[in-house]
């Protein structure tokens, strides 16, 4: 499995470059998929994450958003295991997630709202 190595804005790094360390590619993967709106990419209307499915609804459930994030963690190759939480404050209408997910034992995928996922070792 590889992937085109993108800049932290989601441009494509030119020249061409080509991730082919499994830990990267889902790091790679995590973030494109974070960051698409699912329907919004007219090659894929099923890329992306279904943001639009929780926000924007007159009712937002913290359960169904961390379900959700869970099982579009797991979809990710590589993937064993993914805790996450999430936060709706309806007063400041504000939305906040993390989630820490295990590619290996010894490397942890990290991130959520405002922090792309990162690569951390068991070892450091």
């Known amino acids: 499995m590889s992937t085109t190595l993108r800049t932290s804005g989601g441009d494509l790094v030119l020249p061409r470059v080509v991730v082919t360390d499994p830990a990267s590619v889902a790091v790679q993967s995590i973030r494109d998929g974070l960051q698409l709106f699912r329907g919004s990419w007219f090659l894929d209307l099923n890329a992306g994450f279904a943001w639009l499915s929780f926000l924007g609804q007159k009712i937002v459930s913290d359960n169904q958003i961390v379900a959700a994030l869970k099982a579009f963690l797991m979809s990710v190759p590589g993937i064993v295991s993914v805790v996450a939480t999430a936060t709706f404050d309806r007063t400041a209408r ?25 690569i951390s070792t068991g070892s450091s």
């Open 94 to 118: 504000a939305f906040s997630y993390t989630y820490q997910a295990t590619f290996n034992p010894d490397v942890i995928i990290t991130g959520g709202s405002g922090q792309p996922a990162a």
